[in-house]
Structures are given as structure tokens and as C-alpha cells.
């Protein structure tokens, strides 16, 4: 099974700033890589897949990059509503793996 | 737009069974998958499994192999988990979710239910 890190766990940014959330796979998923925005009491949001691919009606503040184990989420002029929970998930080998999540939250 | 509804929560007994539908609408429902996944309280996402609903192959979480099957129904556009032999450790939210193929893989997941509760308490 892969294994997916997140880092860091939290983050504090403040709103107007850029948040960069780092995802690492235990080995190469190649482009197989999907970001979701979870927040408290709602349902999990696709944001990013294919590493860098933004589905229709996500903002284009929220980009994606990497590639084979090293992934970044980045987060370009936080607003209110971006504070939540962003987790990393791998659709290269099944299982499906996401990792332990990163919370951003205001500082 | 794409759209999952599932049934309500559930209250089980450890050792009972229980079955969580998902009725899909707004898309083509054989063109895509179904996936299931949980959310333990205050913990992340565990991906239980999935079906192709064109050719129905399916993909279980091996821990749960024994214990676990997806199905679906194309005359109603809706995909079922069943749960068995429950444990107080299969208490959680449970999401249906679209899932989709990426340059030929399938993976993402670009549509959600809005979850089933399903508490297991004796």
C-alpha cells in the first residue's frame, strides 16, 4: 500500500497570504495525485487531479505541481473560505490511499 | 449537475449488517464509478472500495474483503455498500463518491454523497 505524508499538520496563514501544503508518496505515483478541501461537518471537494488539473468552478487561486512522489497545493490569496482541511490522495495503485490531512487555519 | 444522495443513518449492533444506498442523478450513471469511502470520527479518509458500474468490476480495501459488498443498479442509478459483522470500529461516515478516469486511470473523485452516519453500538 502507498503510503501518502502530508506536512505540515497545520498551518497557520493569514488571509491575503499564499499557503504552500506539501504531499510525499512512498513511491512514484506518477501524475495520479487529486487534492481535496474538506471543511468542518461538510463533504470532501475535488480541487486538483491529475496533480495539476483544476476541475470546472474551482478558483484559480488553488494550483497543483509535482509529480512522481513529491507533490505541492498551493493556495494563492487565502480567503475566508479557504480555511479547512486539504487532503492529498493517490489513484495510481490500489488501494486508493489519502493522507492524514493538513488543517489550514487563520492565523 | 452531478448529484449523490444516500439513505439515512444507521444504528447497528456489533456483529449486525448494514447496506447504505446512493442514488445518482444529473450524469450518465454507467459512464463512471463509484467509490465508497469512510471517515472515523475526527480522523481522515479510508477508501473502502469501488465499482466500475459499466463492467462492474470492483476493487475492495483487503482488510475488508470478507466483509464488504458493493453493488449497483443501473434500472435506478443507484450504488449499494453492504457492511458486514460490524465493530464498533466501523463507526463513521460513510461517502459515496463519483469516480472518474484521468488520462485512462480511475481515481479521482469529483462528486460526493452527503454521507451516512452509521454508528455500531451495543
Known amino acids: 500500500e502507498i503510503v501518502m505524508t502530508q506536512s505540515p499538520a497545520t498551518l497557520s496563514v493569514s488571509p491575503g497570504e499564499r499557503a504552500t501544503l506539501s504531499c510525499r508518496a512512498s513511491?512514484?505515483?506518477?501524475?495520479?495525485l487529486a487534492w481535496y478541501q474538506q471543511k468542518p461537518g461538510q463533504t470532501p471537494r475535488l480541487l486538483i487531479y491529475?496533480?495539476?488539473t483544476r476541475p470546472a468552478g474551482v478558483p484559480g487561486r488553488f494550483s497543483g505541481s509535482g509529480s512522481g512522489t513529491d507533490f505541492a497545493l498551493t493556495i494563492s490569496g487565502l480567503q475566508s473560505e479557504d480555511f479547512a482541511i486539504y487532503y492529498c490522495q493517490q489513484y495510481n495503485n490500489w488501494p486508493w490511499t489519502f493522507g492524514l490531512g493538513t488543517k489550514v487555519e487563520i492565523k | 449537475q452531478v448529484q449523490l444522495v444516500q439513505s439515512g443513518a444507521e444504528v447497528k449492533k456489533p456483529g449486525a449488517s448494514v447496506k447504505v444506498a446512493c442514488k445518482a442523478s444529473g450524469y450518465t450513471f454507467r459512464n463512471y464509478g463509484i467509490a465508497w469511502v469512510r471517515q472515523a470520527p475526527g480522523q481522515g479518509l479510508e477508501c473502502l472500495g469501488w465499482?466500475?458500474?459499466?463492467?462492474?468490476?470492483?476493487k475492495y480495501a483487503q482488510h475488508l474483503q470478507d466483509r464488504v459488498t458493493m453493488t449497483t443498479d443501473t434500472s435506478t442509478s443507484t450504488a449499494y455498500l453492504e457492511l458486514g459483522s460490524l465493530r464498533s470500529d466501523d463507526t463513521a461516515v460513510y461517502y459515496c463518491?463519483?469516480?472518474?478516469?484521468?488520462?485512462?486511470?480511475?481515481?479521482?473523485?469529483?462528486?460526493w454523497g452527503q454521507g451516512t452516519t452509521v454508528t455500531v453500538s451495543s
Open positions: 491529475g496533480a495539476s
Open positions: 465499482i466500475n458500474v459499466y463492467n462492474g468490476n470492483k
Open positions: 513511491q512514484s505515483v506518477s501524475s495520479d
Open positions: 463518491a463519483r469516480a472518474v478516469p484521468v488520462r485512462g486511470v480511475w481515481g479521482g473523485m469529483d462528486g
